[in-house]
């Protein structure tokens, strides 16, 4: 999945990683601009993996607050993922369960 997503005035590029600690999927976004035989420097994580919650198949937590506040937007714009409705609480904060389209 190579879909294009603007964020803070930036055009970003999905890119997927596996978080080592249970090997759920990581979404990356690194800058449209990097060139194809280098390791992209990450623009922002869009996923968090807080331990012990577990998801169903597809399924990604997304981090919609502090830098991260309007990925989540961005993300259903491009046609990336999908809000769920669901919630987890961590902290004082909210996760947002999305569907990866």
């Known amino acids: 999945m190579n ?3 603007r964020f803070l005035g930036t055009d970003l590029r999905v890119t997927w ?6 090997g759920s999927p990581a979404m ?3 800058d449209e601009e ?8 990450p623009f922002v ?13 597809g399924e990604v937590l997304i ?3 502090s830098e ?3 990925i989540s937007e961005a993300l259903q714009k491009a046609g990336i ?4 409705g669901g919630r987890i609480n961590s902290g004082f904060i909210q996760l947002e369960i999305h569907k990866i389209k």
């Open 3 to 5: 879909y294009p997503v």
């Open 68 to 70: 991260n506040e309007g």
């Open 34 to 41: 990097y060139d194809e035989g280098t390791d992209p420097s």
């Open 45 to 57: 994580t869009a996923t968090v993996n807080p331990p012990g919650v577990q998801l169903d198949e």
């Open 28 to 30: 990356v976004l690194v």
């Open 17 to 22: 990683d596996n978080y080592v600690s249970d």
């Open 81 to 84: 993922t999908e809000d769920t």
């Open 63 to 65: 981090k919609n607050y």
